[in-house]
């Protein structure tokens, strides 16, 4: 996988060079051809920055516990409930994780499995906060079975600015607990399902930390 070690994720090497360049341009022509130049090479300035921000890719500690299931991304929980699962149809427990803008975007591996299936679905980009997203948005998702045999259902859901999902793992991987497998550009929503039985540990409004935070139990 991606981004073991790196403090800015690679997907942002682009958008950053990019930016770097268009500062440096800008600042030249601010001293060479008209002062003017200068507020924008304040606002480029500022934009690189924040794009080095937005990919920033920092280390978590992933608290031990074997049926425990840890947050795939930063940000709020804005649903929890239960629900069908869209792709396998079974009633399952439903965490959804709103991230904005300002959260880190590495998502990472709710739980210690093996990647079973993977889907893609393409749609619209509503609001991610809009329930219709679920069934509407474009999505990727990956079913992740257990040592015991429970499956969890983890799902990359684009939104209204982020139109780019990265997903690095692919069936028949080996996903470890906490460890980075993707990331979703500029903004939006992790959904996890759990199988019915499972303690939700997290409430409305409780904010995330990717790889650290336990969303919920299997029983």
Do not use: W
């Amino acid at each position: 996988m991606r981004n073991r070690n790196t403090p800015v994720a690679t997907e942002g090497y682009p958008f950053i060079s990019a930016g770097v360049v268009i500062t440096v341009v800008l600042c030249g022509l601010s001293f060479q051809i008209y002062g003017g130049f200068f507020v924008l090479t304040v606002l480029a300035l500022i934009l690189t920055l924040f794009t080095v921000f937005f990919f920033r890719n920092p280390e978590r500690v992933t608290p031990e516990g074997e049926s425990d299931v840890i947050a795939p991304a930063d940000g709020v929980v804005i649903y929890s409930g239960k629900v069908k699962e869209p792709h396998t149809g079974k009633e399952m427990e439903k965490v959804s994780i709103f991230m904005s803008v300002f959260n880190v975007h590495v998502n990472r591996a709710p739980i210690t499995g093996k990647v079973v299936d993977t889907f893609y679905t393409p749609g619209k980009f509503l609001d991610v906060r809009d329930e219709r997203a679920t069934f509407e948005n474009e999505q990727q998702g990956l079913v992740v079975e257990t040592a015991a045999g429970k499956k969890l259902v983890v799902v990359q859901v684009a939104g209204l600015i982020a139109r780019r999902i990265v997903c690095y793992a692919k069936t028949g991987d080996q996903l470890t607990r906490g460890m980075r497998y993707g990331l979703i550009r500029f903004g939006s929503r992790l959904d996890i399902y759990l199988p019915v039985g499972s303690t939700v540990k997290v409430g409305l409004g409780e904010k995330t930390v990717a790889g650290e935070t336990v969303v919920g139990t299997i029983s």
